[in-house]
């Protein structure tokens, strides 16, 4: 039984550059939570899909923007990429009729 | 706003000598306390989740325990395979959505 899956596991951006991230969720989770996670930190919530809609957000900006899949997978966009960006990104995937998130490994993005 | 502080940051122990991590919460409506293991440069690794007051778990060496303002994760007899980030998390409902809300962590470095 696969877990969560995202890629890629590393990149490295410029500033002001645009990344897109993906996640594929573990199979029979239908919702998907994104984290960022900077050197020597817990996870931050970004955001929260469902029903191929955003949920819920944290104290992010504009500039992170996501989307869910009708087949339950997951992207997160980032925008005008500040050296501030440069975290791991970690997507969590759960059930509404479950209680247990499932992380997958993260993508390392370093923006120089 | 949720909070969670972890106690200590660091901790070194030798092998065999057991100790204690300390996660103390603050939320509204609390639905669950979990404890994630992260190694470096991965994704957190499901430990426990705890749902009410004087709840207990274990798993091998170690054992979580859950208060009302807070958790500990009790470690016996720890090995070197022991070392690496403890995480812990409360969950809540928003409405609308679910999330967690995590804490720094304790880094756990075991030696021989």
């Known amino acids: 039984d696969a877990g969560v899956t995202q890629s890629p596991t590393h990149l490295i951006k410029t500033r002001g550059q645009q990344v897109t991230l993906r996640c594929s969720p573990k199979s029979g989770h239908d919702t998907v939570s994104w984290y960022q996670q900077a050197l020597g930190q817990g996870p931050q919530f970004i955001f929260q899909y469902y029903e191929e809609e955003e949920r819920q957000r944290g104290n992010f900006p504009d500039r992170f923007s996501g989307h869910q899949f009708p087949n339950y997978s997951s992207e997160l966009n980032v925008n005008a990429l500040l050296l501030g960006d440069s975290a791991l990104y970690l997507c969590?995937?759960?059930?509404?009729?479950?209680?247990?998130?499932?992380f997958g490994s993260g993508t390392r993005l370093t923006v120089v | 706003e949720d909070q969670v502080t972890q106690s200590p940051e660091a901790l070194r122990l030798q092998e065999g000598e057991s100790s204690s991590l300390n996660c103390s919460y603050t939320v509204s409506g609390l639905r669950g306390l979990f404890w994630y293991r992260q190694d470096p440069g991965k994704g957190p690794e499901f430990l426990f989740t705890?749902?009410?007051a004087g709840e207990e778990k274990e798993k091998e060496r170690l054992k979580a325990t859950l208060t009302k303002k807070e958790s500990f994760l009790h470690i016996t007899a720890p090995k070197p395979e022991d070392s690496a980030t403890y995480l812990c998390a409360v969950h809540r409902y928003t409405g609308t959505a679910s999330k967690l809300t995590f804490g720094t962590g304790t880094r756990l470095q075991v030696t021989l």
């Open positions: 969590a995937s759960s059930s509404t009729t479950g209680e247990g998130y499932t």
């Open positions: 705890l749902y009410s």
